[in-house]
């Protein structure tokens, strides 16, 4: 019997520690998304909320990191946030029971996920300019 459990105890620590997902660091995201104003980084997910667009108007429930909250939860800061995503979706939002979900720790897929509503608020893209099409001459006839 304790072989059995000792070698069960094995197998999960060795299966956790060699997971496949690797989650992004502070750096990789500041790097990659800057949603806040320098102003706005200290400032509790609650006040700052207003710049993403349909979480002001479903912030009943809250899904943080697994653990639902009935109102905003305590000591959130924007800053640490890496994944919002409001639930529109009338299924989702049963299974879930909430109306927007957030995380604060999320891997490589999250981050760059189009349910992410950060990716749309990102100031960090840099846009190419837009080529310009050569405009063909037509040949004169003489």
Known sequence: MQRVIFSLL??????TSFS????????????????LEVHET???????????PGATN????W???????????PMLYASQIKYIEVVNN????NMCQ????????VTEKELVSRKNILNRLNKNIVE???????KKKKKKKS
């Open 58 to 61: 479903s912030t009943n429930n």
């Open 63 to 73: 899904l943080v990191d697994g653990i639902l909250y009935t109102s905003s939860p």
């Open 98 to 105: 909430c109306n927007l979900i957030v995380k604060t720790i």
């Open 10 to 15: 094995i197998f999960l620590v060795s299966y």
């Open 20 to 35: 496949q997902q690797k989650y992004v660091t502070e750096e990789e995201f500041n790097e990659k998304i800057s949603w």
């Open 42 to 52: 200290h400032l509790y997910l609650k006040d700052v909320l207003r710049k993403v």
């Open 128 to 134: 190419e300019p837009k080529k310009k099409k050569k």
């Open 90 to 93: 009338i299924l989702q939002g």
